[in-house]
């Protein structure tokens, strides 16, 4: 069977297609599809982004479609950036800016108080039936700077819980035994398996 991920973040794109473990599903891209676009992130919430972008791919390509939205949510700024973590340094911005703008915010707090997780939520919609969501949350805290090559967005600043290593020094396949995608996906994965 053949299922959309709805992403155009290639980064994303290659994660996903590693850790959602479907022997009988094969993965295409939504950039494969004319008129493809990614669907706007306005949402409150990240199950709510995921949704927009899983129902937008399933309605384009007449395909299931699975699409995540992640949160880092960081303690001492009140849980935030949450929904808005791929925008934190304004719309477009890069991986870069993003995490300068997060250090900046975090200045001067304790690296006892840079507590944070990420947050995951993997939606699965296929049609005539109700989505089906998976959720995986991974515990850590901010480093007052970038530290290790491997992975995106916030993973150089995002120390695991426990582990002394962001997951940007971790290898992929270390990242992807715990990451929060990891998690939400087989979340999502046991739950179709019900269907």
Known sequence: MKIVLATFNPDKLRELREVLDLEWAEFVSLREFAGSSAAPEVGETLEENALAKARAAMKLSGLPAIADDTGLEVDALGGKPGAYTARLAGPGATYQANVRRLLELLQGVEPARRTARFHTVCVACIPRQRPIVGEGVLEG?????????????????FEVEGSGRTLAELSPAEKNALSHRARAARDLVRKMARI
């Open 141 to 157: 805290r901010i480093t007052e700077r970038p530290r290790g090559e491997r992975g995106f967005g916030y993973d150089p600043v």
